[in-house]
């Protein structure tokens, strides 16, 4: 496995990522001393893209329906109760 600082990866993140995603996985020293191990997600089931999924939506064209609940209230009312409170 290839190693590299952490200031380095700080430095280098970009390049950094992409040898992890030709190579392989890539170890994070810190003062000499491992600490962090980076690597490419492992494809399962349960990801898309690198991103789990928790719960899948039923029925995802709801969240296009959902309409705001707006109360209309006047703004001349808004800023009297604001400056009840400075009072």
């Keep these: 496995m290839r190693r590299i ?3 380095d990866l700080n430095h280098r993140m970009a390049e950094a990522l992409e040898s992890v995603t030709l190579e ?3 170890i994070v020293t810190e003062r000499g001393v ?10 399962s089931p349960k990801t898309i ?7 899948p939506a039923t029925n995802p064209d709801a969240l296009l329906t959902i309409k705001p ?7 001349s009312d ?10």
């Design 69 to 75: 609940r707006i109360k209309s209230v006047a703004v």
């Design 78 to 87: 808004v800023l009297d109760d604001l400056r009840d409170d400075r009072l």
């Design 24 to 26: 392989e996985p890539l």
């Design 5 to 7: 600082t952490k200031r």
């Design 34 to 43: 491992e600490k962090w191990s980076i690597s490419l997600l492992e494809p």
């Design 49 to 55: 893209n690198g991103l789990e999924i928790s719960k």
